[in-house]
Every structure is written in structure tokens, then in C-alpha cells.
């Protein structure tokens, strides 16, 4: 009898199958999942809460203003020149507000959908690096649920437009550098040099630099200079011819444009003791930290992981992109937190790259770190916001149900931590939910006194029509006033004893009107009321403000909410 022995393959790795499900799923789903949450955390909450000042309430009059006048090469704010930003970035809320109308929707489609964007480059690029779906899929949702990333995205302000405009230029660079042919080459370094011209009109002369800081190190480091000088001239053209037509536009129109902007938003912010918005030089050091919350306990993890992978070329670059930038915006004497955006996609990149690796070892010590650190963190902020609310009443008992919402946000938050605790391995980006939904629903839990002094033009909307009938306008607050302004679709608000970010444009003698002082306040007002009915918005919140209240008539109707105050005076008879 003959024997026939069959020769069986050895069984597969549990691991390896376990790990190759996992990478069909994250691929089949990871686009789908990150669209869903955009549309659920990003752009449904667009509409839920006033607009802040002073940013929003100001970008969205900008903007709305280039509607109404058709010029769309000069900025004015309330019809007075405002040269503290180029052009680009007013251009895309304008859209906005054309295609969605005049309203919160259409004021932060922008933002939005600049964010959204970065996060299908941080996907796109991270597939690049390492051709895993599971890493492209973590870093694109790190990225998403980076708090300052995602609270930026409902926030109309041109941070996350510029942020865009940079995470392209170096996605771009990367791509060129990884060029498989000379056609793919050129096609990346015009890419770049398009989001570089982008980003000039949107920021400014930083949208150049920040490429060349990390790209020169990177091609000396690499032994590719020659490269970066054959091929630089591309993005150098595209970027010219991009931005050139207004550039050329602007100072037709305007030729104090560019000696304002370089001198005062570049120089002066850069380096005087007296630049706007000082800050020391460690400020953005544990401001990394916060802008990467939820994720920040997993920040020593993922630093010492690309510190040993440093001379590997992607981790290199993506080292150079994170800590440049950092270095560059901590010398300036000039900080906001927004600044720092973008540093935050190589951050979620490493991290990424980190979080995969250590889920492939089964290592779940530091995932569970961070989960244990955002139930602390989120646990300290609610025993915190009970012992305001039973201490000094912060919501009044009209507001339970902004009140409710901030105890789910918290909850949520809580909730979504604990959940990685349990299964790191399983649910370890479970705090995303929580932070979407924080993201999504603070904004609308605030008490009233912070609307009421923040988001001004809600009280506007309220009192629109007796306000839509008046012939002239007062403030004595740009907030209140650029919120009035975008509100009646009326740039024409004359200022009451303010000048703050306007003083360059005040200072023109053709804008002398608009200046309303102490002096001749009553003068104005007699004068104004003989053409017809004035509305008037005032902030009353120091003593100064209420001396202001008082120089104007008293037959006016008031309205009141917290510290601000809304009169409507008649026309006076003949």
C-alpha cells in the first residue's frame, strides 16, 4: 500500500491575519468615518452660537463688504482701509457668503473646509510615507481631533485657510521629493509654488519662508541641493504668477498697501519690544502640549520615538517641519496661539507613526497614560464647573439647558477617556468623540453673561428691524460695531471714542466723519437725527463707557443684556 503524504502550508500567524483584517477594515471605512464626523462635529455646529469678536465679527464684515461695494482688491473694515492682512483670505469667507448667504453658515464655510482639507492631506501624506492604510487612517483622525485644530474649524478667522496653504506647499515638497519622474516632479514643485502664492495673498511673506526653512536643511542634509536649485525656480514662477496680478492690483489701487503691511504686520511684529501681542519665547512650548490635547500624554512617546527614527529621511523631514516652524514663531516678540497651527500636522504624523507602532507591539501602557491624564483633566474641569455653579451662579436658571450641555461635553469627554483605560489596544482613539464633541457643543453651552459680551451680534438680531429703519449708526465698541455692520449689511457705523486696530485707516483725513469723540458727540447726534433715526450699540462695562452713555439723549428706547446696551433715538422734528 502506497502512502500519499500531503504537504500542508504552516498555519498563519494569528497576528499577522489579525493585523491584515485590521488594515482591509481601516481602509474601507477610514474615509467614510472622517467624512461622517466632519459633517456631524465641523459643520452642523456652524450654526449653533453668535459670532465671536473680535475676529469673526470682523472677517465676516471685511468680507460681506466686498459683496456689497464689488471691490475685491482692497480691504476695508466698515469702509475704513484695513492693510493688517492681504487679500486671499477674505476672498474665500466672501464666497462663502455668496454661496450660503449673509449669514453663520456662509461666515465660517471656510474655515471649515480649509481644516477639512488639511486633514485629507495629512491622510494623503501619511499614506506616502509608509503605504500603511492603519497609519494614514490614525494620523488623518490625530489630526482632526487636535482641539486647536478642531475648535479652529468653526471659528471664522484666516488661520486655518494660511494653515491649509502651508500644510500644502510642504505635503507638495515632500511629494517632489518622492517623485517617481520628472513629470510628477514638476507637477509637485508647481503645486507648492501655487500654495505659496495662496498663502502669501492669505498671510503674507511667511507662506515663503516656511518652505524654504525646512526644505534647504532637508536637501543639504540629503545631499540634494542641486535638485532644490533646478527645480525651486518652478514653485519661485507659479507663485509669482499666482499672486503678481493683485499684487500689482493692490498697489494701483492703494500704494501705502505694502509699505503698511511689511513695516507694521511683519517687522514690527517680529522684532519691536513693543510688538502687538508680546509673549516670552517659551510660550508656545506647553502651548504644543494643549493644542495637541487630547493626545497630549502621548506627546513624550511619540518625541522619543522620532528622536530615535531621526535619520531616517521621512522622519527627518517631518522633525524639520515640527521643530522650524516652532523655533521661527518663538523668536518673534509677536505670539498668538494660532500661530503654532502649522507645526500641528508633522505633530500628527509622528504621532500617528508612534501610535501604530505601538499598537502592532500590543504596548498599551502609554495609550492608557493618555486616557488616565483626560479623565483627570476632564474630571478637574466639572468638579470645577459645579463649584462655580453652586458658588457664584455663573448660569442663571434660564440657562439650565446651556448648562446641560456643559456637563454632556464633560461627561462626554470622561466618557470617551475611559473607554481607551479599558481597551487601549481596541478603542484607543475613542477620545476623538470626546473632543468633537466638546468642540461641537461648548461653543452653545456658554452662560449668558459670555454670549452676551462675546457674541454680540446675537442681541443685534434680535432688535434688527427697529435698527434696519434708522438712517445712522454709533458704537463705542469695534466688536459691537463690526457686528452691527455685518448684521444690517450697513458698513457706514461712525465710532464713539475707539479707534483700536483702525488707527491706520482713522488716520485719513478723508475719515474724519467716522471719528466721534466726547466733545462733539451731541453735536453729531442733533445733526444725525435731523436726516432720520439713529441706532446706537454700546458696551458699558467701566466707568469710562458709562460717562459715554450719558452724553447721549436720554428720549431714546433702551434695550439691555449684560453690558451691552442697544438705543434707538427718533428723528428729530423740524
Same mark, same amino acid.
Given at each position: 500500500?502506497?502512502?500519499?503524504?500531503?504537504?500542508?502550508?504552516?498555519?498563519?500567524?494569528?497576528?499577522?491575519?489579525?493585523?491584515?483584517?485590521?488594515?482591509?477594515?481601516?481602509?474601507?471605512?477610514?474615509?467614510?468615518?472622517?467624512?461622517?464626523?466632519?459633517?456631524?462635529?465641523?459643520?452642523?455646529?456652524?450654526?449653533?452660537?453668535?459670532?465671536?469678536?473680535?475676529?469673526?465679527?470682523?472677517?465676516?464684515?471685511?468680507?460681506?463688504?466686498?459683496?456689497?461695494?464689488?471691490?475685491?482688491?482692497?480691504?476695508?473694515?466698515?469702509?475704513?482701509?484695513?492693510?493688517?492682512?492681504?487679500?486671499?483670505?477674505?476672498?474665500?469667507?466672501?464666497?462663502?457668503?455668496?454661496?450660503?448667504?449673509?449669514?453663520?453658515?456662509?461666515?465660517?464655510?471656510?474655515?471649515?473646509?480649509?481644516?477639512?482639507?488639511?486633514?485629507?492631506?495629512?491622510?494623503?501624506?501619511?499614506?506616502?510615507?509608509?503605504?500603511?492604510?492603519?497609519?494614514?487612517?490614525?494620523?488623518?483622525?490625530?489630526?482632526?481631533?487636535?482641539?486647536?485644530?478642531?475648535?479652529?474649524?468653526?471659528?471664522?478667522?484666516?488661520?486655518?485657510?494660511?494653515?491649509?496653504?502651508?500644510?500644502?506647499?510642504?505635503?507638495?515638497?515632500?511629494?517632489?521629493?518622492?517623485?517617481?519622474?520628472?513629470?510628477?516632479?514638476?507637477?509637485?514643485?508647481?503645486?507648492?509654488?501655487?500654495?505659496?502664492?495662496?498663502?502669501?495673498?492669505?498671510?503674507?511673506?511667511? !507662506?515663503? %519662508?516656511?518652505?524654504? +526653512? #525646512?526644505?534647504?536643511?532637508?536637501?543639504?542634509? @540629503?545631499?540634494?541641493? /542641486?535638485? =532644490? *536649485?533646478?527645480?525651486?525656480?518652478?514653485?519661485?514662477?507659479?507663485?509669482?504668477?499666482?499672486?503678481?496680478?493683485?499684487?500689482?492690483?493692490?498697489?494701483?489701487?492703494?500704494?501705502?498697501?505694502?509699505?503698511?503691511?511689511?513695516?507694521?504686520?511683519?517687522?514690527?511684529?517680529?522684532?519691536?519690544?513693543?510688538?502687538?501681542?508680546?509673549?516670552?519665547?517659551?510660550?508656545?512650548?506647553?502651548?504644543?502640549?494643549?493644542?495637541?490635547?487630547?493626545?497630549? !500624554?502621548? %506627546?513624550?512617546?511619540? +518625541? #522619543?520615538?522620532?528622536?530615535?527614527?531621526?535619520? @531616517?529621511?521621512?522622519? /527627518?523631514? =517631518? *522633525?524639520?517641519?515640527?521643530?522650524?516652524?516652532?523655533?521661527?514663531?518663538?523668536?518673534?516678540?509677536?505670539?498668538?496661539?494660532?500661530?503654532?497651527?502649522?507645526?500641528?500636522?508633522?505633530?500628527?504624523?509622528?504621532?500617528?507613526?508612534?501610535?501604530?507602532?505601538?499598537?502592532?507591539?500590543?504596548?498599551?501602557?502609554?495609550?492608557?497614560?493618555?486616557?488616565?491624564?483626560?479623565?483627570?483633566?476632564?474630571?478637574?474641569?466639572?468638579?470645577?464647573?459645579?463649584?462655580?455653579?453652586?458658588?457664584?451662579? #455663573?448660569?442663571?436658571?434660564?440657562?439650565?439647558?446651556?448648562?446641560?450641555?456643559?456637563?454632556?461635553?464633560?461627561?462626554?469627554?470622561?466618557?470617551?477617556?475611559?473607554?481607551?483605560?479599558?481597551?487601549?489596544?481596541?478603542?484607543?482613539?475613542?477620545?476623538?468623540?470626546?473632543?468633537?464633541?466638546?468642540?461641537?457643543?461648548?461653543?452653545?453651552?456658554?452662560?449668558?453673561?459670555?454670549?452676551?459680551?462675546?457674541?454680540?451680534?446675537?442681541?443685534?438680531?434680535?432688535?434688527?428691524?427697529?435698527?434696519?429703519?434708522?438712517?445712522?449708526?454709533?458704537?463705542?465698541?469695534?466688536?459691537?460695531?463690526?457686528?452691527?455692520?455685518?448684521?444690517?449689511?450697513?458698513?457706514?457705523?461712525?465710532?464713539?471714542?475707539?479707534?483700536g486696530e483702525l488707527k491706520y485707516g482713522l488716520d485719513d483725513p478723508a475719515m474724519a466723519s467716522r471719528k466721534v469723540t466726547k466733545e462733539n458727540v451731541g453735536e453729531w447726534m442733533t445733526e444725525a437725527r435731523k436726516k432720520g433715526a439713529v441706532g446706537v450699540v454700546m458696551r458699558v462695562n467701566s466707568v469710562q463707557e458709562v460717562q459715554e452713555v450719558a452724553m447721549l439723549p436720554v428720549d431714546g428706547k433702551r434695550y439691555q443684556r449684560g453690558n451691552l446696551e442697544i438705543l434707538i433715538f427718533p428723528q428729530s422734528r423740524p
Amino acid at each position: 500500500m502506497t502512502l500519499h503524504h500531503t504537504i500542508l502550508p504552516p498555519p498563519a500567524n494569528p497576528l499577522a491575519r489579525n493585523a491584515s483584517r485590521t488594515s482591509t477594515a481601516v481602509e474601507r471605512w477610514i474615509v467614510p468615518g472622517l467624512l461622517l464626523a466632519f459633517v456631524l462635529f465641523y459643520l452642523l455646529p456652524l450654526m449653533t452660537h453668535g459670532l465671536w469678536i473680535p475676529d469673526e465679527t470682523r472677517y465676516g464684515q471685511i468680507s460681506q463688504e466686498m459683496l456689497l461695494s464689488g471691490n475685491w482688491v482692497a480691504p476695508h473694515f466698515m469702509g475704513i482701509r484695513y492693510f493688517e492682512k492681504p487679500i486671499a483670505g477674505y476672498w474665500m469667507i466672501a464666497i462663502g457668503q455668496a454661496i450660503f448667504g449673509d449669514n453663520l453658515f456662509g461666515v465660517r464655510i471656510a474655515s471649515a473646509v480649509s481644516t477639512g482639507v488639511s486633514v485629507w492631506l495629512a491622510y494623503l501624506i501619511a499614506r506616502r510615507l509608509w503605504n500603511d492604510p492603519l497609519k494614514s487612517g490614525a494620523c488623518a483622525l490625530l489630526y482632526m481631533s487636535f482641539g486647536l485644530v478642531a475648535g479652529q474649524a468653526g471659528y471664522a478667522n484666516l488661520d486655518p485657510q494660511f494653515t491649509l496653504w502651508v500644510n500644502l506647499s510642504l505635503v507638495a515638497l515632500w511629494f517632489a521629493l518622492d517623485s517617481r519622474s520628472s513629470r510628477e516632479r514638476i507637477g509637485a514643485w508647481a503645486m507648492l509654488g501655487v500654495a505659496c502664492g495662496m498663502g502669501f495673498m492669505t498671510k503674507g511673506f511667511l !507662506a515663503w %519662508l516656511l518652505p524654504v +526653512l #525646512i526644505a534647504v536643511p532637508y536637501m543639504l542634509w @540629503q545631499r540634494r541641493l /542641486g535638485e =532644490l *536649485l533646478r527645480y525651486g525656480p518652478v514653485a519661485t514662477v507659479v507663485a509669482a504668477l499666482v499672486s503678481l496680478p493683485w499684487v500689482l492690483a493692490i498697489h494701483h489701487q492703494e500704494p501705502d498697501f505694502w509699505r503698511f503691511f511689511f513695516w507694521h504686520e511683519h517687522i514690527r511684529r517680529f522684532s519691536a519690544d513693543d510688538a502687538q501681542h508680546a509673549r516670552p519665547w517659551w510660550f508656545y512650548l506647553p502651548l504644543l502640549a494643549a493644542s495637541s490635547l487630547p493626545w497630549a !500624554a502621548l %506627546l513624550p512617546s511619540t +518625541l #522619543i520615538d522620532a528622536w530615535k527614527n531621526k535619520r @531616517q529621511p521621512a522622519t /527627518g523631514f =517631518l *522633525l524639520l517641519w515640527l521643530v522650524l516652524p516652532l523655533a521661527f514663531f518663538s523668536l518673534s516678540k509677536g505670539k498668538l496661539p494660532t500661530y503654532i497651527m502649522p507645526c500641528l500636522l508633522p505633530l500628527a504624523l509622528l504621532m500617528g507613526h508612534t501610535v501604530v507602532g505601538l499598537l502592532e507591539q500590543a504596548k498599551s501602557r502609554a495609550i492608557r497614560v493618555n486616557g488616565i491624564f483626560n479623565v483627570v483633566l476632564a474630571g478637574a474641569a466639572l468638579i470645577a464647573l459645579i463649584y462655580l455653579q453652586a458658588t457664584r451662579g #455663573i448660569y442663571e436658571n434660564t440657562e439650565m439647558f446651556s448648562l446641560s450641555l456643559a456637563y454632556i461635553v464633560l461627561a462626554g469627554w470622561i466618557i470617551s477617556s475611559a473607554l481607551q483605560i479599558s481597551r487601549p489596544l481596541l478603542l484607543w482613539s475613542a477620545p476623538a468623540l470626546g473632543i468633537w464633541l466638546l468642540v461641537a457643543l461648548l461653543p452653545a453651552a456658554m452662560p449668558g453673561q459670555i454670549v452676551n459680551s462675546k457674541m454680540p451680534d446675537q442681541f443685534i438680531a434680535e432688535h434688527i428691524d427697529a435698527l434696519g429703519e434708522t438712517t445712522s449708526l454709533l458704537s463705542n465698541d469695534l466688536g459691537a460695531a463690526s457686528a452691527l455692520s455685518w448684521r444690517l449689511k450697513r458698513p457706514q457705523v461712525d465710532l464713539f471714542n475707539t479707534v483700536g486696530e483702525l488707527k491706520y485707516g482713522l488716520d485719513d483725513p478723508a475719515m474724519a466723519s467716522r471719528k466721534v469723540t466726547k466733545e462733539n458727540v451731541g453735536e453729531w447726534m442733533t445733526e444725525a437725527r435731523k436726516k432720520g433715526a439713529v441706532g446706537v450699540v454700546m458696551r458699558v462695562n467701566s466707568v469710562q463707557e458709562v460717562q459715554e452713555v450719558a452724553m447721549l439723549p436720554v428720549d431714546g428706547k433702551r434695550y439691555q443684556r449684560g453690558n451691552l446696551e442697544i438705543l434707538i433715538f427718533p428723528q428729530s422734528r423740524p
